[in-house]
């Protein structure tokens, strides 16, 4: 990654309102050059005059739906530009509800958002990092990615949006193992409950008006951005802003290991005998 003494030009998306806003001002406050990727025009024209009196070298503004295949092509082509040394993948939509009851359209929104676009400007925007030296990708993911089987209320219904976020810290783990050595790095960022206005819509639509935080409050979006920048040059690749054991990712690790033990070939005792043996 660019240092923060001689930035170059960031690409943000869900910029419009909560971490990715957060994420636009403190990068500009750095002397970043912005890509602000949002579906909301007129927030994205108040986000770049603000960044541009912090102090950003210069904003672009790219009004685009990452679920449509057309406007993520224009995205991926700009993420792929050789000055982009840092790609934020923020956008994210939550598709909440009983799985056999969502509309199945929304939770294909909610898998081309969450998963397919963060995939696709990360695969845009790596080579070009590696072939310069320098740069770095920072996932937004949720602490959802490790709910599993809890029960909803007060957790949502999720089983869709926590498997996305699942996929973005497999991901974004997998990758960084692959990319150790390079000057690349990756980051999957895993915040709790959030102060953003995420939990007033489902993703099929933008939240109209001004920016508002959602009734149920948590950790201010500029601490979980406070928490990632730290977390990125200490060379945190999963950063979780409210975990004060950081050995926990260490000991979930441990606990791969010891699943991975399952890869032999003899079945486990418990499954049955001899003649069930799969082989």
């Known amino acids: 990654m660019t240092s923060h003494d001689s930035p170059g030009t960031a690409l943000v998306t869900g910029a419009s309102s909560g971490i990715g806003w957060e994420y636009a001002t403190r ?7 912005l ?61 909440y509800g009983t799985f056999a009851e969502v509309d199945p359209d929304l939770l294909t929104r909610v898998v081309n958002v969450n998963v397919v676009a963060l995939t696709a400007l990360t695969r845009a925007a790596v080579p070009g990092m590696l072939a310069r030296g320098r740069g770095a990708v920072i996932n937004v993911a949720s602490l959802l990615a490790f709910a599993g089987d809890l029960p909803p209320d007060p957790l949502p219904r999720r089983a869709v949006y926590a498997g996305t976020k699942g996929y973005a810290v497999t991901f974004t783990r997998t990758l960084a193992a692959e990319l150790a050595g390079t000057p690349v790095r990756v980051q999957v960022v895993c915040p709790g409950l ?21 009734d149920d409050g948590g950790m201010p979006a500029a601490d979980v951005v406070t928490a990632s920048l730290a977390g990125l040059e200490a060379g945190e690749v999963v950063c979780v802003p409210g975990l004060t054991d950081a050995e926990a990712v260490a000991r979930l690790a ?18 049955g005998n001899a003649e069930g043996r799969a082989e």
């Not at 990068?27 to 050059?33: C, N, T, V, Y």
């Not at 441990?254 to 499954?271: F, N």
């Open 27 to 33: 990068l500009a406050a750095r002397g970043w050059g």
């Open 194 to 214: 959030t102060a953003t206005e995420f939990h007033l819509g489902a993703g099929d639509t933008p939240v109209s008006g001004e920016r508002r935080v959602h």
């Open 254 to 271: 441990g606990a791969e290991l010891d699943l991975r033990a399952g890869s032999g070939r003899r079945l486990a005792s418990r499954y």
């Open 35 to 95: 890509v602000l990727v949002a579906r909301r025009a007129e927030r994205l024209d108040v986000l770049a005059k603000k960044a541009l009196k912090e102090g950003a070298a210069g904003v672009e503004t790219l009004v685009a739906d990452l679920g449509s295949p057309e406007d993520l092509s224009r995205v991926v082509e700009r993420s792929s530009g050789d000055d982009v040394d840092l790609v934020v993948n923020n956008a994210g939509i939550n598709g």
